[in-house]
């Protein structure tokens, strides 16, 4: 796969080295087997096959309490409506 933005939207991990997974020809016909992982190659990247996930280290929370034009902390808060576009963040003020 050449587009780098759809592996890692996949949140699958990149990893340099091949083994021990497999390569979906290497695995064709046996269901044990799930996409675990990418490997980066020169000219993009491979889906890489295994019988079990690969844990990924998960980040901390990020800070979400920043300050707003006159110093005040702000709290940046998602609500999610059925139906209706979710894709900006409402600003609480905190007083």
Known sequence: MDNELAVIGSELPVLQAKEPY?????????????????QKLSDGYV?????TSIQIRS??????IFEDEEGRQCRVKQ?????KHNWLPRLNNKS
């Open 47 to 51: 889906a890489l096959y295994g019988t």
């Open 22 to 38: 497999k390569y979906l020809k290497e695995i064709t016909g046996n269901g044990a087997y799930y996409q675990v992982a990418w």
């Open 59 to 64: 980040l901390p929370t990020l800070n979400d």
């Open 79 to 83: 609500t999610l409506k059925p139906g």
